[in-house]
């Protein structure tokens, strides 16, 4: 059985209210069962310094990339992944994170490419645990192996690949989640694209950088301000969003699907860590 929404009033504003939670909300219902609670951090040490009690640790690069290749695990892969981590098909499970739930969001978008049913996002993630001094632990759990079935990847409506973003480079919009020094060229290393050939964007891109979308405190905006920085996007058509590997991009769309309801937003996680390497790919520089 889902665990049950959370009322935080400003929640119910945004379109899909049921995909997020408050740290009030998840520290009152700690240890229910059906209840699943995933670290996802860019600085994976940070889990052993102290996390929220429960939490299991998933690691985007030690346990959902393939080792032999630039994509995801397949779906025997993940279901092991979800037995080991002792989550069942039909759990909640809660994903938080740093950074703003930078990568909690990408692992967020993986559940969903394999067709996890109900997935939420701790609002704020580890930062507004930490701030709100809520009670942490060191224990790694050893959870009851889950019961997950082999997962089936469901792509479509959610992941594009480099062929097809080619190919709508004149009809479909473009936004670039990554920094402006990154979109106009001037950090040819961005901070999550290393060994990138050339700097600079897609054609036709528009820059939204990701972490335009919370405030300081790392919670997302008010769906009315979401709604007034992307107005120049229109929720009705079919939207492509990319960033230096896929990570920063996952938490745009996140944005754009659950709390402002647009209604196809397409990850190119290949991003610019694929075209700026490629060759003969057409790229931009600048502002424009």
């Known amino acids: 059985m889902a665990a049950?929404?959370?009322?935080?009033?400003?929640f119910q504003d945004y379109a899909h209210p049921e995909a997020l939670v408050s740290a009030a909300w998840l520290?009152?219902?700690?240890g229910t069962p059906g209840l699943k609670v995933v670290e996802?951090?860019?600085d994976r040490l940070l889990y052993d310094i102290g996390h929220i009690p429960t939490a299991v640790r998933i690691d985007w690069h030690h346990d959902l990339a393939d080792p032999l290749t630039r994509d995801f695990i397949d779906g025997q892969a993940f279901a092991e992944l979800m037995h080991e981590k002792g989550?069942?098909?039909?759990?909640?499970?809660?994903?938080?994170?740093?950074r703003s739930n930078w990568w909690a969001a990408y692992t967020f978008w993986v559940f969903k490419l394999f067709g996890h049913e109900d997935v939420r996002l701790l609002d704020g993630g580890r930062d507004a645990w930490m701030s709100e001094e809520r009670d942490t632990s060191f224990l790694v759990p050893d959870p009851t192996p889950g019961n997950y079935?082999?997962?089936v990847r469901q792509e479509k409506n959610l992941r594009i690949r480099v062929s097809e973003v080619r190919a709508e480079l004149d009809d479909t919009p473009?936004?670039?989640?990554?920094?402006?020094?990154?979109?106009?060229?001037?950090?040819?290393?961005?901070?999550?694209?290393p060994a990138t050939q050339r700097g600079g964007h897609?054609?036709?891109?528009?820059?939204?950088?990701?972490?335009?979308?919370?405030?300081?405190?790392?919670r997302f905006l008010r769906r009315e301000a979401l709604e007034q920085h992307y107005a120049h996007l229109d929720p009705a058509e079919r939207t492509i969003v990319y960033c230096g590997l896929g990570d920063r991009s996952a938490h745009t769309w996140f944005v754009l699907t659950y709390l402002l309801g647009f209604r196809e937003v397409l990850n190119y996680d290949g991003s610019w860590a694929e075209w700026g390497n490629m060759i003969g790919m057409p790229i931009a520089t600048g502002s424009e």
Do not use: Q
């Open 149 to 151: 079935p082999t997962a």
């Open 202 to 218: 897609i054609p036709g891109a528009m820059n939204y950088p990701w972490s335009e979308a919370v405030d300081p405190s790392g």
């Open 87 to 98: 989550i069942s098909k039909d759990d909640t499970v809660v994903i938080y994170g740093d």
């Open 4 to 10: 049950p929404l959370d009322p935080l009033p400003h």
């Open 40 to 42: 996802a951090d860019e």
């Open 174 to 193: 473009i936004v670039d989640a990554r920094s402006e020094e990154e979109f106009v060229g001037h950090a040819l290393e961005g901070m999550e694209c």
């Open 27 to 30: 520290s009152a219902r700690l």
